[in-house]
């Protein structure tokens, strides 16, 4: 990792600044005083926020926008043959990746860092409302927009920072850590990483790169990260989940339409064996009820009383675009969320089906990246079981050139196949909106899922 020592008269140029984790990192170090400007294609939220706090934003990538800066921070979306990218190599400028630089802005803090292949983002808006709660005023950097704060970062005056790390370029490896979550492992960003070993290979250089006085929260009950526990080198560990066999057990959980309902048994080491009783959160799923037992199990570590942590689970508003509803018509309620890989599909489902009193749950899925489809065409396949009806969408491609070999038709075929479950093809936002109008009946709940234009196209038929 390039080591950097920044002053205050460096001028920092963010590329790709409307991504969620750059906009949020531009935004702390504009807050610490840094000269920060970045530049887009695409106008959104993120930007927004950013211009709000006085950044100056390009929309568009030109050579011409890196005219007076000296370093530059690169998003893992753009590619070398970027124009900024380019002039920036033949001025010799510093390029660093997102997590290089956030690794350096961070050196001097007790990190709190949460990785893993899902639930990251809320994980992380838990544990900083928690820390947060307790006075501990952290600076957070997260991958989604944390509703209570109304922003995905935020600069705080502590020594503590809760810190999302993305694992799709290897980055987070960079990251100076004290304490951690992992949270799962599954067979995500082949693309870089190549295969699945070098992926399993990288979490297992995280879990060891934890201090003798940190601690790492690992979810048991993911087979990888079974797998990977006889490879903690430091064994300095601690485990959570619904499994007899750790250390934070999950007991008498109860889905509710609205929240989540469990208690808490404790047996780690560290801790005085209990078990905490009628522990609420306002999210529903299995997969969050993890989520926030990761965030307990590292806070009651830390010191933080188990008062402040409950009363903080019960108060959390929850994160954008995770199970978000955008607005209701008569008894139809609609749902945005970013879930864009089958286990996150089949989980929120899962969660939905639990709680939906029976009700018809039809699914918006627009699929991202013609690569993802393609590596993992089976599972998104068997992934929409809970699922009364699929609106599949055309492919996202987030930049990828489009595949001639994705056929739409075989890919419905095999989702209906597989699922059980009828499927109905759109081309575009008015064909959903069309369909929204002519197939809704009473009762409905209908979930848009995907990590591209869905989210916009759910708001605009929402108005």
Not at 178 to 196: A, G, I, M
Not at 249 to 269: E, M, R, T, V
Not at 408 to 436: G, M
């Amino acid at each position: 990792m390039n080591k950097v020592e920044i002053g205050q008269n460096e001028k920092i140029h963010f590329i790709g600044i409307g991504g969620i984790g750059m906009s949020g990192l531009a935004q702390v170090m504009k807050t610490m005083g840094f000269k920060v400007q970045g530049s887009d294609v695409v106008n959104s939220k993120n930007v927004e926020r950013c211009k709000k706090l006085g950044i100056k934003i390009f929309m568009s990538h030109s050579k011409k926008n890196i005219k007076d800066s000296t370093i530059v921070v690169k998003s893992s979306a753009i590619k070398n043959n970027n124009p900024e990218i380019k002039v920036a190599k033949q001025k010799k400028l510093i390029i660093l990746k997102r997590a290089e630089m956030l690794a350096n802005i961070v050196s001097l803090k007790t990190n709190i860092v949460i990785t893993g292949s899902h639930g990251k983002t809320t994980t992380t808006s838990l544990i900083s409302k928690i820390l947060s709660a307790a006075k501990l005023d952290p600076t957070i950097v997260n991958g989604g927009v944390i509703n209570s704060f109304k922003s995905s970062a935020r600069f705080g005056k502590s020594e503590w920072a809760v810190l999302e790390a993305d694992e799709s370029d290897g980055s987070f490896l960079n990251l100076p850590v004290n304490y951690s979550v992992v949270t799962n492992l599954d067979r995500e960003h082949l693309d870089f990483y190549k295969n699945f070993e070098n992926l399993k290979n990288s979490f297992k250089k995280f879990l060891n790169k934890i201090p003798k006085i940190g601690k790492s929260f690992i979810c048991i009950d993911d087979k990888e990260i079974r797998k990977l526990i006889p490879k903690i080198e430091n064994k300095n560990y601690l485990t959570y989940g619904f499994s007899n066999k750790a250390n934070f057990q999950i007991l008498g959980q109860k889905y509710n339409k609205d929240c989540s309902i469990f208690n808490l048994k404790i047996s780690a080491p560290t801790l005085k064996k209990k078990i905490i009783k009628k522990i609420k959160i306002n999210l529903i799923g299995k997969h969050n009820i993890l989520n926030s037992v990761a965030a307990i199990a590292l806070c009651l570590q830390i010191g933080i009383k188990i008062e402040v942590i409950k009363k903080s689970l019960k108060t959390f508003t929850g994160i954008q675009r995770r199970m978000t509803k955008v607005f209701t018509l008569g008894k139809k309620e609609f749902f945005d969320d970013y879930a864009h890989h089958p286990t996150e599909i089949s989980s929120v489902l899962n969660g939905l089906k639990m709680t939906s009193n029976n009700r018809r749950i039809i699914s918006v899925f627009q699929p991202h990246r013609y690569s993802r489809v393609k590596l993992l065409k089976k599972d998104f396949a068997s992934c929409f079981k809970d699922s009364d009806l699929v609106v599949l969408c055309p492919v996202y491609s987030a930049g990828e050139k489009v595949d001639k070999k994705y056929n739409e038709l075989n890919f419905a075929k095999q989702i209906s196949k597989s699922s059980k479950v009828q499927v109905v093809i759109i081309r575009d936002e008015n064909d959903l909106r069309k369909f929204f109008a002519k197939n809704l009946f009473e009762n409905e709940i209908i979930i848009c899922m995907g990590a591209g234009s869905i989210s916009k196209w759910i708001r605009e038929i929402a108005f």
